[in-house]
C-alpha cells in the first residue's frame, strides 16, 4: 500500500496529525487513516478530540480506520479543474482516476484550509529557479515578485513563475472550477508571489487570482459580475467576506482562509459540504451530486449553531435562484472549524450569475422529492421537512423578512450600476423568489 502523510496547521505551526494509506492511486480504492500516536495521545480529552480532527467525521482517535474508499476530505485538497489539468502536464500522466494519489502526493502542498501533504509540502525545491517579471531566472529565495499589471496581462515569465510554483493550482471547495485560478500572496512592498513561496512572515495578505474561463465576452462578463453580485450578498445580509477587485480582466479575491492577525498568518480549517456528507464523489459517479436535503442533513448534524446555519444556508439557495446561480454544487459550500471547535458556514464564495454561461449550466444541487418543482424550490415542503432541531417558525419570520429585503434586489442592482439587460432578465426570478418568502404562514 502506498502511503500518505496528512499534516495539520495548529497551533501556529504545522504538524504531523495522521497517515493515510491506500490499496490503489483511485479515489475510489480502499484506504486506511491513522493518526500519529503523539498528536492523538496529545488531544483525546473532553472537547478537543473533534476540533483537533482532519475533519468533522474523523475526530482524533487511537483506532485505525478502514474506509470503503478515500476518506471525503481528501477530495477537498486534491487539485481539481484548471489545477488538475496543470499537476497532471506537469508530471507527465494520463488523467483519470488512476492518477488520483500521484497528484496527492504532489499537487496538495498548498492548498485551502488548515491540511496538507507533507510529500507534496516537502517535494517543493528550495533552490528552485524561475524567471522574474524581467525574465532573468533567479532562486525562488531572490525572486522580487510581480506587480499587479504583470499579472493581469498574464506576462509569459509570470506564467512560467506560476508553472514552476504550482500556483496554478485548484485544490479544495474554493479553488476547484474550469477557469485558470491562481493562490497568490502579496508582500509588503505590494508585490505577488505564488503561495508557499514566502515565509509567512513576509506576507502581508492572501488571495485568490481568477481569469475568465474563455475569451468570449460573456465569460468575461460572468467573472466580472461576480464581484458586483457578492456586493448584493452583502446588501441583502449574506455572510461575505471582503470586497472582491475586478481590474483589467481579472478577478482579485482576498481570502478567508488566510487572515492576518496580530498573531500572524492564520490558517482556518475548511471542509466542503460535500466532505461533510462523507460523499467521496464527483458529480458524474453515483452519489457524487446529492440534494440539498443530504448536505443540510449534514450540515445540521455537525455546526454548533444549526438554527443559524440552516437560515443562512436557505437564504442562500434563495438568492441562488434569483440571481440565476446554476452552480451550486456541495463543494462550492463549505465549513469553517476553528480550533475553539466551533463550526460554521464560511462567507459565501463562487456566487455569479452563471446562467450566462454559455455552457448553459443546470442547477446541480436541488431539494428532494415535491420540495422542488421546475428547479423551483417550494419552501413550505423545504421547511416542514427540516428535523425537529430546527424551529421553523423562527425560520419562517427569517424568510418572509429576508423575502421582503429581496424584493428591493432590482433597485440594489441599479444602484450598483449592473447593466440594465441583466435586471431585466432577472427582475422575474426575484420577483417570484422574493413573493414565495413573503407569503409563507407563519407557525401558530
Not at 501556529?12 to 487513516?33: K, N
Not at 453580485?229 to 445580509?237: N, Q, R, S, V
Request: hydrophobic share 40%; with cysteine.
Amino acid at each position: 500500500m502506498d502511503t500518505a502523510t496528512i499534516e495539520i496547521y495548529r497551533e501556529g505551526e504545522w504538524q504531523v496529525a495522521a497517515t493515510i494509506c491506500v490499496a490503489g492511486s483511485s479515489h475510489l480504492d480502499t484506504s486506511r487513516l491513522q493518526y500519529d500516536d503523539d498528536y492523538a495521545i496529545a488531544r483525546i480529552q473532553e472537547n478537543t478530540e473533534k476540533a483537533a480532527g482532519l475533519a468533522c467525521n474523523y475526530p482524533v482517535e487511537l483506532l485505525i480506520r478502514d474506509i470503503a474508499s478515500w476518506p471525503a476530505f481528501l477530495l477537498d485538497v486534491l487539485p481539481s479543474g484548471a489545477g488538475r489539468d496543470h499537476w497532471v502536464k506537469r508530471l507527465g500522466i494520463t488523467d483519470g482516476y488512476d492518477a488520483d494519489l500521484e497528484l496527492l502526493l504532489h499537487g496538495a502542498g498548498s492548498p485551502p484550509g488548515n491540511l496538507r501533504i507533507r510529500e507534496a509540502a516537502m517535494a517543493r525545491d528550495p533552490n528552485m529557479q524561475a524567471p522574474g517579471p524581467d525574465g532573468a531566472v533567479v532562486k525562488m529565495a531572490d525572486h522580487a515578485g510581480f506587480t499587479l499589471d504583470e499579472i493581469c496581462e498574464r506576462q509569459e515569465h509570470f506564467i512560467e513563475y506560476a508553472y514552476q510554483n504550482g500556483a496554478h493550482t485548484s485544490g479544495a471547495s474554493d479553488v476547484a472550477g474550469v477557469a485558470p485560478k491562481f493562490l497568490m500572496v502579496l508582500d509588503e512592498a505590494g508585490r505577488w508571489h505564488a503561495e508557499g513561496a514566502l515565509p509567512d512572515t513576509a506576507i502581508a495578505s492572501s488571495w485568490l487570482i481568477k481569469f475568465p474561463r474563455g475569451k468570449a465576452d460573456s465569460d468575461r462578463q460572468v467573472l466580472r459580475l461576480e464581484a458586483t453580485y457578492m456586493k448584493l450578498a452583502k446588501a441583502l445580509g449574506i455572510r461575505v467576506h471582503g470586497e472582491l477587485q475586478w481590474t483589467r480582466n481579472t478577478l482579485l479575491i482576498p481570502r478567508f482562509d488566510r487572515p492576518r492577525t496580530a498573531q500572524g498568518l492564520q490558517r482556518i480549517g475548511m471542509e466542503s459540504l460535500l466532505s461533510l456528507a462523507e460523499i467521496c464523489r464527483y458529480g458524474g459517479e453515483a452519489g457524487g451530486t446529492p440534494s440539498h436535503s443530504v448536505l443540510l442533513n449534514a450540515l445540521i448534524a455537525h455546526t454548533t449553531d444549526p438554527q443559524r446555519e440552516v437560515t443562512e444556508y436557505l437564504k442562500r439557495d434563495s438568492l441562488n435562484i434569483a440571481l440565476g446561480n446554476k452552480d451550486n454544487h456541495g463543494r462550492n459550500t463549505a465549513v469553517f472549524r476553528h480550533e475553539d471547535g466551533r463550526v460554521e458556514l464560511t462567507p459565501l464564495f463562487d456566487f455569479a450569475p452563471m446562467y450566462l454561461d454559455p455552457e448553459g449550466i443546470a442547477r446541480v444541487s436541488r431539494w428532494e422529492g415535491d420540495q422542488e418543482k421546475g428547479g423551483i424550490p417550494i419552501w413550505e415542503k423545504v421547511i416542514d421537512a427540516m428535523p425537529t432541531i430546527i424551529n421553523k417558525k423562527a425560520l419562517i419570520a427569517e424568510l418572509k423578512a429576508f423575502g421582503h429585503r429581496l424584493a428591493t434586489l432590482p433597485d440594489i442592482m441599479a444602484q450598483e450600476a449592473i447593466e440594465p439587460a441583466v435586471i431585466v432578465q432577472r427582475k422575474h426570478a426575484i420577483e417570484r423568489e422574493a413573493s414565495a418568502l413573503i407569503d409563507l404562514k407563519v407557525i401558530s
